[in-house]
């Protein structure tokens, strides 16, 4: 027994601590990169676009492009933005995340004027899954607040979603009634129904189809259409009410980051890219509303007529609508005090 | 340490005094309830998730550049991570168990620490310490220098919440061991290392060869903490764990669990390395 | 260095050296990291700052996250022992097999443990479906979260008796039983007091652990405010808010209640050990 073996697992530790740090620099200088910091349900809208980009910019500049993907909850990818996390761009989930961003002075305060439809280049709504044959007969927001009804959304607190299933139900109620004491009530009732609050949409589509709780759930327009694919239209169906609201998840450029990579041209070409009947095109077969009509009139049957209303006709803005409702002593924990 | 001799047919294993067959069968029963409910049945869900697609698929999943790059990365992780918390094990539990002074306790405690922090916060003190938003963070950053967000930041984070493995698991057996046999072999005239690498060290291995197994299983598994730091780009700073929750909200459950039994198979295999090491060591002792 | 000078007889070398590395690589990793959850509390102010840790929900957390740690230790304690005992001192098939999967709970991440413990205790899960008949509920409720913890505190308490188990001299034993005892004086009056350091370790580990586990409870707690949510729960959504201070805030507060534990067992230990001495 000596101590021969541990020197050789130091030794052996170093090299390889050795031989993996190289290989991550040397990749930053090849072929120009791009980061893409983005929530969690548009895995599959990026991948697509990504590849239809690098395609498109080879063809354009000869360049070879590579994208790198990085997803999570809304709010955790802003803060991960804000500590230090290199995105060139960012497509996050609600504009509040990128508001926070430019307080950190990483993009201007006007970032959301700088691209078209409110650095929006796709939309999409809040709906219902419900399980095969709506046992239920889940129809309207109405429905959903009917004692016995059990429904599943997560956290408006750790979940961007969650926040626009909130707001959704609020815009409904109020826009009713003109009232917000009756959509506070409103909400409250809701929540009441609510036994699990996970911390993201995903969490809640497992507990709503793998774990068989819950009556109806609500979520993302295109989240919906994903369960359907991934879980069989055999179990679940989609109901989407008359009315609902307009969920716009912005996109901008980190001015900063690009700066120090040089990469300004490339990360802006890329967000005007998703603009493009060709990445439209693409958008609408993930099933979020496209902006371009030719492409929203070519997959209509997916995307039924919802009356929706805007966060900022009920709301004002996405600060005031997190101050309100969602920071501590807000609304929606006052909902939850005895 | 047995100092018997031993007749030459005796078994590897030390003879001991048993507890009756029925007692035996009873605890043993006991034990087996146990694990079928916490550890066997979350196994099988995995090994039954993973090859609920069939062998091919479950191969494809693990061979896929992308979990490859995640096996990598935790590897690395690991083989950097475990010597140096050995080494501070050893160092810590010679110094607390060696020696008496004033604030001991205390000073145990603070080993304990890391164990008692949430692994989110363990994640976040690292972004509140280097993070761009702190001076400190902001001139590394102006340096080229990147922590978090690339390899060493899940390096450091998995060093804090393995921090005390090794430590933990040698102090209570130092303790029950004293200090006689390396005082005795002090006033015979050896010296510190010598101390130290003939008497201490043979006496502490099982324990540290646990707290290292521990310490490994500990590194390849930690998720909350490295999720915060990792920044999650894929193919770069996505460790095992991180690329098996992706998968999951991919709705990929099939490759997930394929994924995450790889995780089982690493565990498996620390222990298998203990178990073959424990037999060398068996028989080196006969040989003397 | 006041603080950990040396005190009566000290006969051994290399105090200098290894309490030297010692307080310099704890520093490092532990105590200036950690020391960030301080500083970013001090802008809040003493009042905010009272405010925020003593909330209604943030006080039901804290209450939830103490109690679930405290059962689930106290279980870990009695199965840890139990299962110990029987990996040391038995010899039975499969023996080396059960002892590799001790580690699993470490190796297995937090975030898969969780998925399992609520597929398998859902309603249409293997064991839910069992629980449900007789109306028991265990996702989304406080049983759930012991459950989880359980599996994650577990190799804390086999891992840290083991070592200690293994190295006990069974002539102590031996010499017991010659002088007349039963097989359980012996365990209850040599061996138990023997191995207790080690199982207080050990339990108290898991205990530690339990209070801060995150990615496994989030999963089969339901998370419902004032009900079944988590104390790191908590500071997660404080932090979606970009409420970097209040994070901290509440961290620091757990961290001290779990601090102060953790050296009051400590403690504790040290006069047992004097005593056994």
Redesign the interface.
């Known amino acids: 027994m000596n101590l021969e073996w541990i020197k050789k697992i130091t030794i052996a530790a170093s090299l390889i601590a050795a031989s993996g740090l190289p290989g991550i620099i040397a990749e930053a200088a090849g072929t120009a990169t791009l980061l893409n910091v983005s929530y969690d349900p548009t895995r599959e809208l990026y991948q697509s676009e990504n590849a239809a980009f690098i395609q498109y910019w080879q063809k354009k500049t000869g360049q070879t492009v590579k994208i790198d993907q990085s997803h999570g909850g809304s709010g955790k990818q802003a803060r991960a933005v804000i500590d230090g996390l290199e995105a060139d761009v960012v497509t996050l989930a609600l504009a509040y995340d990128i508001d926070a961003i430019s307080d950190s002075k990483l993009l201007p305060a006007n970032w959301q004027q700088r691209l078209p439809n409110n650095s929006t280049p796709y939309t999409s709504t809040i709906v219902f899954v419900v399980r095969k044959g709506n046992p239920k007969h889940i129809t309207t927001w109405d429905d959903i607040v009917k004692p016995g009804v059990s429904v599943i959304t997560p956290n408006p607190k750790t979940s961007g979603g969650a926040r626009w299933n909130y707001l959704a139900a609020w815009g409904y109620k109020q826009k009713q009634t003109g009232s917000a004491v009756q959509a506070k009530n409103f909400v409250k009732a809701l929540y009441k129904n609510v036994p699990v609050l996970d911390t993201g949409a995903r969490g809640s589509t497992l507990t709503f189809a793998q774990r068989g709780l819950g009556d109806v759930l609500l979520a993302w327009e295109n989240e919906a259409h994903l369960i359907l694919k991934e879980f069989g239209t055999d179990k679940f169906e989609i109901v989407s009410p008359a009315v609902s609201i307009l969920a716009e998840p912005p996109v901008a450029v980190v001015d900063k980051n690009v700066a120090k990579h040089g990469t300004g041209k490339l990360a802006e070409a890329y967000l005007n890219f998703l603009y493009t009947p060709q990445a439209q095109d693409i958008i609408a077969q993930n099933s979020y509303r496209p902006r371009n009509p030719a492409a929203l009139k070519k997959y209509a049957a997916n995307f039924p007529k919802i009356k929706l209303f805007t966060l900022n006709e009920v709301f004002g803005n996405w600060r005031s609508a997190q101050k309100t409702h969602f920071n501590d002593g807000g609304v929606f924990d006052q909902i939850y005090l005895p | 340490m ?1 100092k018997q001799p031993t007749p030459e047919s005796a078994p590897i ?2 003879k ?5 067959l029925p ?2 069968i009873v ?2 029963g ?3 309830l ?2 079928i ?7 099988g ?2 090994f039954a998730q993973a090859f609920s697609k069939g062998w091919e698929y479950y191969l494809e999943s693990i061979r896929e550049p992308y979990a490859l790059e995640a096996v ?2 935790t ?2 992780t690991v ?2 991570v ?2 140096l918390n ?3 094990g050893v ?2 539990a ?3 168990t ?24 363990a994640g ?6 280097v ?3 702190t001076p400190f ?1 902001s001139w590394l ?1 102006e340096q080229g220098i990147k922590i ?4 060493p930041g899940i390096v ?1 984070a998995t ?2 919440v393995t ?1 005390p493995f090794v430590a ?2 040698l ?3 130092m ?3 004293g ?1 006689d046999e ?2 005795a072999a ?1 006033t015979l005239g050896a ?2 290392w010598q ?4 008497i201490t ?2 006496n502490i ?3 540290l060869l ?1 707290g290292m ?2 310490c490994s ?2 590194s ?5 903490a490295v ?1 915060v730091v990792s ?6 700073t996505n460790t ?2 991180l690329h ?3 998968l ?4 990929n459950f099939a490759a997930s ?1 394929s994924v ?1 039994s790889i ?2 198979f ?3 295999l ?3 390395v203990k ?1 073959t090491l424990e037999k060398q060591f068996q028989k080196n002792s006969f040989h003397h | 260095m006041e603080l950990f000078q040396r005190k009566r007889r000290n006969i051994l070398p290399g105090f200098g050296l290894s309490m030297g590395y010692t307080v310099f690589y704890l520093s490092a990793i532990v105590i200036v990291p950690l020391s960030m959850i301080f500083f970013n509390t001090i802008p809040m102010g003493w009042e905010p700052f009272l405010h925020t840790v003593t909330a209604p929900r943030v006080l039901a957390s804290y209450r939830l996250s103490f109690s679930t740690a405290l059962f689930a230790a106290i279980f870990d304690a009695i199965v840890g022992l139990l299962t110990a005992w029987v990996l040391v001192r038995y010899r039975f098939a499969g023996r080396q097999f059960l002892d590799a999967l001790v580690d699993l709970p470490f190796a297995l991440p937090t975030a898969v443990a969780g998925i399992c413990f609520a597929t398998l205790y859902s309603p249409v899960g293997w064991l839910g479906e069992t629980f449900a008949k007789w109306n028991i509920e265990i996702i989304n409720s406080p049983t759930g979260i012991v459950v989880a913890l359980i599996f994650i505190g577990f190799p804390f308490v086999v891992r840290t008796i083991q070592p200690v188990l293994e190295e006990v001299e069974q002539e102590i034993e031996e010499a017991a039983q010659c002088l007349g005892a039963t097989r359980w004086q012996t365990f209850r009056k040599i061996l138990l007091p023997h191995l207790f350091p080690a199982l207080l370790t050990g339990s108290t580990l898991a205990f530690a652990r339990g209070i801060g586990e995150y990615g496994s409870v989030i999963f089969i707690a339901g998370n419902l405010p004032m009900k079944t949510e988590i104390a790191p729960l908590m500071i997660m959504s404080k932090l979606d808010q970009f409420d970097y201070n209040g994070a901290s805030a509440v961290a620091l507060v757990l961290l001290l209640i779990s601090f102060s534990m953790l050296l009051l067992l400590n403690a504790v230990q040290e006069w047992q050990q004097k005593e056994y001495r």
């Not at chain 2, 060696?98 to 916060?121: C, E, M, Q, Y």
């Not at chain 2, 978090?148 to 390899?151: C, E």
């Open positions: 047995l294993v030390k001991r005094i048993s507890d009756p007692v035996q605890l043993i006991l034990t087996l146990f694990f409910t916490f550890i066997f049945l979350p196994l869900l995995v990598k990365l590897l690395t083989a950097i475990v010597p050995a080494l501070f160092t810590a010679w110094a607390i060696k020696f008496n002074f004033r604030g001991k306790a205390a000073l145990k405690t603070l080993l304990d620490l890391p164990f008692a922090v949430s692994p989110v916060i976040l003190i690292f972004v509140l310490l993070g761009s938003r963070g950053g978090i967000f690339s390899t450091i060093l804090f921090f933990r698991e102090i209570p057996l303790e029950a061991q200090r390396e005082e002090l010296r510190g101390i130290f690498g003939k060290l043979p291995r099982w324990g646990y197994i521990l299983a500990r390849i598994g930690e998720f909350g999720s920044g999650h780009i894929r193919g770069q095992i764990p098996v929750e992706i999951y909200s991919e709705y669990f995450a995780l089982v690493l565990a498996l620390t222990v298998g178990v």
